[in-house]
Nanobody, 122 residues
Framework: QVQLVESGGGLVQAGGSLRLSCAAS????????MGWYRQAPGKQRELVAI??????TYADSVKGRFTISRDNAKNTVYLQMNSLKHEDTAVYSC?????????????????WGQGTQVTVSS
């Protein structure tokens, strides 16, 4: 299958910045969309940003502050988070979908990373 590994979370003061990375590995043939989601305590998981076929979509709450980018050669997606707010505190997880080699044929995948904690102190 395909594994996703995130890094870059941590504790930061309000107004600060963090950069998250998510690297996909495995028998990857192609990746369609890669995105970031977050889940705060007591809340449902929500989409933060997603990139697919050169287009990007952001949650209204992060527009102008967060930037998603992708390095296709490295199968890696990044999330640059600036002007962080206390309400950005959550576990951030990356997601990717695409096609991978499965023996002598291809199969679809939709994988999640393990999540990384982002804590913004006010």
């Amino acid at each position: 299958q395909v594994q996703l590994v995130e890094s870059g979370g941590g504790l930061v003061q309000a107004g600060g910045s963090l950069r998250l990375s998510c690297a996909a590995s495995g028998s990857i043939f192609s990746i369609n969309a890669m995105g970031w989601y977050r889940q705060a305590p007591g809340k449902q998981r929500e989409l933060v940003a997603i990139t697919s076929a050169g287009s990007t979509t952001y949650a209204d709450s992060v527009k102008g502050r967060f930037t998603i980018s992708r390095d296709n050669a490295k199968n890696t997606v990044y999330l640059q988070m600036n002007s962080l707010k206390h309400e950005d505190t959550a576990v951030y997880s990356c997601n990717a979908d695409g096609t991978y080699y499965k023996g002598s044929y291809y199969s679809l995948f939709n994988s999640w990373g393990q999540g990384t904690q982002v804590t913004v102190s006010s």
